[in-house]
Each structure stands twice: as C-alpha cells, then as structure tokens.
C-alpha cells in the first residue's frame, strides 16, 4: 500500500438500471446483487435509529445464513444435525452494514427479503474504525491545493501545486501517541509530483519530508509539518508504459500458449455455483475480503460419486498486513492493513483480456456500495479458466515388462479463480487454483510499483547512516517491508468436526533393538513421524520455520477402509517469514498473529477480520490472537485455519520501476481422504493439434 492518488476503475451504476443478470440471488452465499445494495440503501436511510446526517456508507455485505443452515441447504439433512429450518428452506437474506453519522460508527442488520428493513443497530464503542471509502480519499486529496502551508511547502521545491498530487495513508495505531487527535477518524497524507507527461510512475517521485494529518470526519486538514526538503527523483528511466519504454523488446512477441479447446471450456457456472472436473464450489464476492470461495467439494467418483465430499466451507483473504521498515518521521506509520483500511474488493482492478487472464477466461463482476449506499459496479474483476502450462499430473515408464518399454502419462490441467487487487502502488494476484487431485493451491503474487523514499543521495559511498532500505536508482530508497497475507480458511474435511494433527518428524538413533526380531543392521539413523493432536487453541498455533512436520487436518469420525482419518495436510509453498517485530511494537500488537504461520480456532461466525472488524487504527485488541487468548477446545469440533503467507521484501534494482512478480502459496492436499491416488480415472491426453497455429484459437 501506498499513495491512492489515482482512483481507477470505479463505475458508478445508477440504482435504477435493473441488473437483469444480477438482480436476483440464487444461492444463500450469492453476493448482494446491485438492486439488494440499493434496498439496503433504502432502508438504512428510512430508518429511524440514525437520524443524524450525513450518513456514510462504509461496508455493506452479505451477513450470510447460520452455517448449519447453508449446509443443509446444499447438501441436505446428511451434512448437519443442527440446521434449525426443516424441509422447506427459506433462509433469511441479510446485509451488515458499517455507516458513519454523527461522528459514530452504525452498525445495521438489514433483512433484504422482501421489502427491505433494519433488524438490529448498534453503536460501535470500541477502538478503531470502518475501511476508508474512495470519497473519503477522492475529497482529503482536494484539500492540500487550498491549504497555504502546502502550497508553499511545493514553491519552496520550485514545483507548482498543478504538479502535485496527495493520498490518503492510514496513520496506524501508536498508544498514547501526542497529539492523539481525540480519538477522531485521522489519517496521514503524503504527496507526489504527478506529471503523467513526464512518466506514469508517479510513485517515483515522493515529495519527501511533508506530511499532512487529515481529519476525515470534519474532512479538514488538522496537522502538517515540513520538516526538509529533499531532491525530488528525476522522471526518466522511470516509466512502464510499453509507448514509453519502446523498442526494441525483448521476449517473446506474444504469449506461445495459444489456447485451443476443441471440446470447449471444462467447466460450468451456474450463477456463482462452478463445477469442473470432480469439483464444485461457490465464488462469491465481498467489498472488504475480495473473493470469497465456498462450499468446495469433491465428487469422489472412486467411492461412486452419491454424495458431494465437503473439503472447504469458507476461504478468503482476510487481511494483508505491511509494516515497513524505517521508523523516520515521514515512514514509522507506514504500518498499513490493506483488507482493513482499503478493502480488497473496493480494490480490485478490472483484469485485462488476454493478458491478466488467458484467452479462455470468463469474467465476472462484482458489486459493492459507494459511501453514498448506492450500487458500484465492479467490473471483470475475477476470472476463472483451465490452466495447462505443460505439466504432468503423474506418470511412470516402465522399461523392465516384457517387449518393450511403454509410458503412461497424465497431463497437470487445473481451475484457476482469479482477482488483483491494486492497493495504491501495490498488485497482489490472488489465485484458487483447483486440482484433479484433490488439492487446492492458494497463491498470492506481487507486482506493482514499490514505495519510495527520495534522497539526497546519488551513489551508495556517499550514505552513512541506516537509510532503511537500497538505493535503487538516483536519489531513491525502496525502503524495507514485509508482506503478511492472511487467509480464513474454513476447513470441513469430509464434515463439520475436524482435529488438527501435529505429524512432527525427529531423528532418531538406531539402537538395534527390533520388535519384529530381526537382526541387527549397521544404520545409525533415521527419522519418524510423532504424531500428535492439538487440544486447544494454544497447541493449535505453529510456527512452521521450526521443526519438520506434516500439518493435518483430518475428520477423526471418518477413515478410509483400511483405518486411517481422512484428512487434508497444508503445504506451505515458499514465503514463510514471521514478523520480527517486537512485541511491544504497536504494529505488531495490531497484527500479533504474524509471528506465526498456522493459527487453528473453533469456527465462530463474527471472527472473521483477522485484525479485528475496526481494523482502521485498531489497537489489538479485536483480533485473531486475542480471540485464541481464550484456549478454547479444537479437537474434534468445527474448525477453522487461519494461514499467513509472509514476506520480507529487501528491493532490489531489478524492482524499479515496476517490480517483476514474486509469489507464494499454499496447497491444501488431501491426505487419506481418497483411497487411491483419483488420478488413476483420468483421461489420457487426446491428439491435440499440432501447435504451429499463428492465429489465436477458440476459447
Ligand atoms: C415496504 O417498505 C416501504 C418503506 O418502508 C413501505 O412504504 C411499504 O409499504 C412496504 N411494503 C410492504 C409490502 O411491506
Ligand atoms: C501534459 O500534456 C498535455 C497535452 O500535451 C497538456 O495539456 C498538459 O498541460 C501537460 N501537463 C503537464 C503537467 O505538463
Ligand atoms: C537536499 O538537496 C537540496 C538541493 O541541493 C537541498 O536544498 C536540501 O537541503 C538537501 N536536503 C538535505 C536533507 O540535505
Ligand atoms: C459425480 O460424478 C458422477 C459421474 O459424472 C455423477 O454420476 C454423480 O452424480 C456425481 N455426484 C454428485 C454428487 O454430483
Ligand atoms: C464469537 O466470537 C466473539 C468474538 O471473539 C465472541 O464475543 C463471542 O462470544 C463468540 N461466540 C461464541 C458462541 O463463542
Ligand atoms: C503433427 O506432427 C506430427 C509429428 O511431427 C506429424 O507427423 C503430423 O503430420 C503433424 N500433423 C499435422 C496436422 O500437422
């Protein structure tokens, strides 16, 4: 995160334009279509419980039926004991609201059957405050050009204010940090020359050493401070874009994967519901959270494919952490919680044909609530295709068998569901790719722009002191930060109630003693696995960088025939970094879950923000580990895994100006839940066309 200066992407629907794809839900998990976000609308504002005005909306989202609830409704009475609605499903359909009025957070529940109404309100008392709206961030950037002290902060850099742009940072939480600005809804401005003549790469070039305190309630600038001018860097070799750059290029001309289905696309949507291969699940779409995958299940073809075999109830991301790394007056607050404070589908950017998805992609839109209620149309901003990037699923050759050796070889071809989200400088590409195997791999890549700090300095022998980062052109820091990503990932392996296993893998010393009597062998070494339940929340939180383990979930009601639990196990694929903050750290008390990876808690329907539900200046005391502070039982019960993906980022030359994708991941891997490898029933690969084609191929 950075500098929103530039809101792109926002169109704005008029509440009367019927949606005739969307106006009507389907599922009970189906996003708020446009004509529900103006009913909620509606209703808020006829409500008699907030009468102050102006009323800002800041979240309006599905509050989602009771879980036993949905379950049953999509898998019936064998899925859940508890449903509390019998045969005929009607499940409520219901909105939570955040407003700001009056100085005050609102909190509705909003029914949207119907004629829609207010349910419940109440008053948000505690610390912190609702995501940011663009009109927040669209009228603070205004302020600035009329604000005396600024503009001549800019003549003092020989700059006219024409040339300046400013966003909205959020200011963090620092204790009892002076002035505290009474608890009021404060955040940082910071600026940039903007100059898109000169480059597109506006990031490139901060006006270091101002900064502005913006009070966004009152909307007034409140605090500034110029405390030294430094050389503003230079706009060439900044820019990306391709006219910019010009030729000659290197690479190849365009992507080689043409992609060619003769059979047409493998999968199938049905409002939100997907089906592919042996899965089926639900994409859905939050303001806050970005996309929401649910109800993911396998048809087990192997065990007669009669009943959907649940692997995943809920994912989605739910917070981005990115502290950086230079405690200065202009960068300590750089302490940013993207889902939080921006909201990562108020973020994400309309994906580009061809390009951030391939040519057999289909899109979808989503749907959110401007600060004025009304509907905002998000458009193309999840993809899903098949990916085949000439990879094999399995395969053996055997060269022993009588005559001759012969190969048999299945190709890797997977589901991808995929969004990016620019947060200011940043892209993050957040992908749910779903395999044939079982697995679900979830990965997070990061492109963008980095955040620079300008400086005096042109060369590395001129720097002295800690400049908190690399000089990574003339007169430019990319400073030192991390990236948290966290994921709610509410597993239901096979059924609600699941166990998380601890299979910790330790050396041991071969002392030649043999329970089956054998004799004794020369090893000296060799490893085993302790396995081990975890009982409580406390046993459930791991730090995977420690000792080797294989990490389970297993449902400990269910086994395969020949005994063991049925279970997925979590594959950590790169990017495993723990914060190294202090705990004392007021950054690290708002995000305290970042110094471990794997955090396991009983599933409970409102914790879902693992940073808390205010996580705008939040102060830790709403979030994944104070929650867990309660140790509560989970061992066989519903559980849920909360997953962070974790970067520390040192920039480098080759980040500048535009920085080439890093990735990490995770993969869910079925472990025990078949029994036997599901690949064994698919298709060889048919004689696909020779691929010489130079034209683009059907979708
Ligand atoms: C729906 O709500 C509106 C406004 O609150 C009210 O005027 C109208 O009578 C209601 N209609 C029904 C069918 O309840
Ligand atoms: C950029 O170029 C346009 C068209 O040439 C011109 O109108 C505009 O004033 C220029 N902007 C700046 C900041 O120089
Ligand atoms: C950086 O250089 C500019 C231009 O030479 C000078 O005015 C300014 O004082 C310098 N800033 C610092 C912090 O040394
Ligand atoms: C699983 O797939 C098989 C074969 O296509 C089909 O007959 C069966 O109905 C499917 N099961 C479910 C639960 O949809
Ligand atoms: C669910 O979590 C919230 C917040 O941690 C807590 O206040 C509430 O009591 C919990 N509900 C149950 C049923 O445990
Ligand atoms: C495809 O390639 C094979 C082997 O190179 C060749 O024998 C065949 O004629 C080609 N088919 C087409 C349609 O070009």
């Known amino acids: 995160m950075g500098h929103p200066v530039v809101a792109v992407g926002i169109v704005f629907v008029s509440a009367f334009i019927a949606m005739a794809a969307s106006s009507q839900y389907s599922h009970p998990l189906d996003p708020l279509t446009a004509t529900e976000i103006t009913a909620i609308r509606a209703a808020v504002l006829a409500s008699p419980l907030v009468p102050a005005r102006p009323l800002f ?19 019936g009475a064998a899925a859940t004991a508890a449903a509390t609605t019998s045969s005929q499903m009607t499940l409520p359909r219901r909105a939570f609201v955040i407003a700001r009025a009056g100085g005050q957070s609102h909190e509705f529940t909003v029914d949207i059957a119907d004629n829609a109404s207010v349910l419940s309100h109440a008053i948000h008392r505690g610390p912190g405050f609702p995501m940011f709206t663009a009109e927040d961030q669209i009228a603070a950037m205004a302020l600035p050009y009329k604000y005396p002290p600024f503009v001549e902060s800019v003549w003092r850099r020989g700059l006219d204010v024409g040339e300046v742009g400013c966003g909205v940072l959020s200011r963090g939480w620092f204790g009892r940090e002076q002035p505290a600005y009474g608890g009021a809804r404060v955040a940082k401005m910071e600026c940039l020359v903007v100059d898109y003549n000169a480059t597109a790469n506006i990031y490139a070039r901060p006006l270091e050493g101002v900064v502005m305190v913006v009070d966004l309630d009152q909307m007034a600038i409140i605090g500034y401070r110029d405390r030294a001018v430094f050389t503003v860097p230079k706009a060439e070799g900044t820019d990306y874009r391709a006219d910019k750059v010009g030729p000659p290029f290197t690479g190849p001309a365009a992507p080689p994967g043409v992609v060619v289905q003769p059979d047409g696309r493998g999968f199938h949507v049905d409002g939100h519901l997907v089906k592919w291969a042996n899965w089926e699940f639900h994409v859905g779409f939050d303001m806050r959270a970005g996309t929401v995958i649910s109800l993911a299940s396998l048809n087990d073809t192997d065990a007669g494919g009669l009943q959907w075999r649940r692997v995943l109830y809920r994912g989605f991301v739910s917070e981005i952490f990115v502290p950086y790394m230079d405690p200065e007056e202009e960068w300590y607050f750089h302490t940013f919680v993207d889902a939080g404070e921006y909201g990562l589908g108020a973020s994400a950017s309309q994906l580009q044909r061809g390009a951030d998805c391939p040519a057999n992609a289909v899109y979808t839109d989503g749907y959110y609530a401007g600060s004025d209620g009304k509907p905002v149309k ?5 993809c899903l295709f098949e990916r085949y990037a000439g990879d094999v699923a399995w395969r ?5 068998g009588p005559g001759r050796p012969f190969s048999e070889v299945r190709s890797d071809v997977t589901l991808v569901v995929r969004m990016v989200v620019t947060v200011g400088n940043y892209d993050y590409t957040l992908d749910w790719e779903f395999k044939t195997v079982g697995s679900i791999k979830i990965v997070v890549s990061l492109s963008g722009i980095l955040e620079m700090k300008a400086i005096n300095y042109t060369h590395v022998d001129q720097i002295r002191e800690d400049t908190h980062g690399t000089l990574i052109t003339e007169n430019t820091i990319g400073v030192y930060h991390d990236h948290f990503v966290t994921y709610h990932l509410d597993l239901d392996i096979d059924g609600t109630k699941n166990s998380f296993i601890k299979n910790t893998i330790v050396p041991k010393r071969n002392t030649g003693v043999r329970a089956t009597g054998g004799a004794p062998t020369p090893r000296r070494s060799y490893w085993t696995v302790l396995y081990e339940v975890a009982e409580t929340e406390a046993e459930g939180q791991v730090n995977i ?21 049925v279970g997925y196990r979590l594959i950590p694929a790169g990017a495993t970094a723990t ?8 950054p690290e008390r708002r995000a305290s879950y970042t110094k471990k990876q794997v955090w396991v808690t009983p599933y409970n329907k409102s914790e879902k923000w693992v940073s808390g539900l205010y996580a705008e200046q939040s102060t830790g005391d709403d979030n994944l580990a104070a929650w867990s502070k309660r140790n509560r039982r989970i061992k ?18 080759e980040d500048f100006p535009v920085m080439p994708t890093i990735s990490g991941a995770l993969e869910l891997r079925p472990s025990n839940f078949f029994e036997r490898n599901p690949l064994i029933r698919t298709k060889p690969p048919g004689n696909s066309p020779n691929c010489s084609c130079s034209v683009g191929g059907s979708g």
């Open 545 to 565: 960088n420690g000792a080797p383990a294989d990490l389970l979930f297993v449902n400990p009601n269910k086994k395969t025939k020949v005994g063991n639990e």
């Open 636 to 653: 066989d019960e519903d559980i849920v895994l909360w997953y962070t993906v974790g970067l520390h980022h040192v920039p480098y030359q």
């Open 579 to 586: 914060s190294l903050l202090a705990d004392d750290d007021y």
């Open 378 to 382: 998000a458009e193309d901003v999840i």
């Open 396 to 400: 053996h050759t055997d060269g022993i």
């Open 57 to 75: 909306f800041h979240y309006v989202g599905l509050d989602e039926p009771d879980k036993p609830d949905v379950l049953f409704y999509a898998y």
